[in-house]
């Protein structure tokens, strides 16, 4: 039988990759993923995980050590944030080219400067393009949930990728939350030990990471975006299985109250646990508004997202992250380019919200909804705003 | 990886992870097919001593039969071969176009 248990949600990621068998794991600590390295490597040291814990200087040999654990078949985590992600940033691409199925949680936090320890999205979005498959998750049930199916779905042969778990730092990682654990019985079914493809072995060389000529080097880019939109399918096929198991069901799109709903906001992360209580109170006040969530990042699940806005007339789109300089910030550019050719798309408006840790109280998204219904007669006064900024 | 020529390689022919299975696959690199120039050994001068052979850089020079030496595919043309050439018998010829 499960059983519920109240946790900080990092120690929980920890315990799912206790649950998932994880055999080999290297992690530098950063704020505010520590939580999770830390209860790791105790559980390694007193004997209640069989893996190797690799301590090592810094991320970006954490993520190149993890290569070379992961090259010899053994499954793999790390976790890390911020600076740390930016700083694994050139090996993160040679990761997924060489298609090593190595699982991390990314503790959502702003990048410097200035220097800021708090949450925001920063950090995986300018690390969007590294190929890997990227989910976010809003709670801590789902954090455990997404941490175990991760491996199941990043070592499945069709897809062999590495994989990410976005969860937001502090507001998500260090709070306590009710959670249902599975029986180790049920993970070790749901989650058999890792087979690699090709691993380093003496008996049986292969060569790893050999460059690529210009003849041939699109066609090993092509292979990997091929298997990156492919993993799609089994994505789905894999949060079903654990649907089916558990109870708990996912979807890329998740809807919150969208039927009928003229005006939907669309949220990631734990942000969209607060949207829900603002829709909750602006449907009461007798406004058709309704949420999309979005789990899946990478691979993009363009086909949800245009199905999931049929019907509404106006999509309001919240970033917590910025692109300086760029058309828009990372989400709302990539959501316009789903709709662009669309006959009947829904008119967008973009708020970026939450940077460096500032805090999103649901008035905020009354706030937000007011003003894009506002603009959606006069037309929006800036091409996107950062709601909130004084001056 | 296939044992097509590599510029006839389909990405559904390439190996997860571009891993490759066969040892010595480099060799099938025509590596110099970029030099810009190239030795050419005039025989009669040469006293195949293999002085050519022996500072080339790259395993670019091959031993013919009689015991004469020519380049070979991974030849990038850096002219070492015909700079320490005890005879002076070898000159570099810029590639055609």
Not at chain 1, 194 to 222: C, I, Q, W
Not at chain 2, 40 to 56: D, H, P
């Amino acid at each position: 039988m499960a059983h519920r248990v109240g946790m900080e949600v990092s120690i929980a990621v920890s315990h799912a990759v206790q649950m998932s068998r994880a055999e080999a794991i290297a992690a530098y600590p950063i704020t505010p993923q520590t939580h999770i390295v830390e209860h790791l490597s105790s559980m390694v040291a007193n004997g209640e995980l069989d893996a190797e814990f690799v301590n090592v200087e810094s991320e970006h040999s954490a993520i190149s050590t993890c290569i070379g654990m992961s090259a010899t078949g053994a499954r793999t985590y790390t976790a890390t944030s911020s600076q740390g992600l930016a700083l694994m940033n050139e090996i993160l691409f040679i990761a997924s080219a060489l298609r090593l199925p190595i699982v991390m949680t990314v503790a959502n936090r702003a990048l410097s400067g200035p220097l800021s320890i708090w949450n925001d999205h920063g950090d995986i979005m300018a690390a969007r393009d590294i190929g890997w498959i990227q989910i976010f998750v809003e709670n801590g049930q789902e954090s455990f949930d997404h941490s175990v199916m991760a491996f199941k779905i990043a070592e499945n042969h069709k897809v062999l990728l590495p994989t990410i778990i976005n969860l937001d730092g502090f507001i998500l990682s260090h709070v306590v939350e009710a959670m249902e654990f599975p029986e180790q019985e049920l993970v070790d079914k749901f989650l058999p030990p890792y087979h690699p493809r090709f691993s380093l072995d003496p008996k049986n060389p292969v060569t790893m990471g050999a460059f690529a000529m210009p003849e041939v080097y699109t066609e090993v880019k092509m292979g990997h975006q091929m298997a990156l939109t492919g993993s799609y399918d089994h994505i789905l096929s894999v949060w079903k299985e654990w649907g089916d198991l558990t109870g708990r069901h996912y979807k890329p799109v998740e809807k919150y109250k969208t039927d009928g709903a003229k005006i939907l906001l669309l949220t990631m992360g734990c942000l969209s646990e607060v949207a829900e209580v603002a829709v909750d109170e602006m449907r009461d006040a007798g406004l058709e508004v309704g949420l999309l969530k979005l789990r899946m990042w990478r691979p993009f699940p363009f086909a949800d997202l245009r199905k999931a806005v049929e019907g509404a007339e106006l999509l309001i789109v919240c970033d917590r992250a910025l692109s300086l300089g760029g058309a828009a910030p990372p989400v709302l550019a990539e959501v316009r380019s789903a709709f662009y050719e669309m006959p009947n798309r829904p008119r967008t408006a973009s708020f970026v919200i939450g940077l460096g840790g500032r805090d999103i109280p649901p008035g905020v998204f009354k706030d937000i909804v007011a003003q894009a219904q506002a603009e959606a007669q006069t037309g929006p006064t800036e091409e996107y705003h950062i709601f909130g900024v004084r001056g | 990886m296939s044992s097509k020529p590599m510029d006839q390689v389909t990405w559904q022919e390439i190996e997860v992870g571009a891993v490759l299975t066969e040892p010595g696959s480099a060799r099938a690199y025509n590596t110099g097919d970029w030099r810009s120039q190239h030795p050419v050994w005039t025989k009669s001068r040469c006293i195949r001593c293999g002085v050519c052979w022996t500072v080339c850089p790259e395993a670019g020079i091959s031993e013919e039969p009689g015991g004469y030496f020519d380049m070979n595919m991974y030849c990038k043309g850096c002219g070492i071969c015909a700079k320490e050439c005890v005879t002076g018998c070898i000159s570099m010829v810029p590639e055609e176009e």
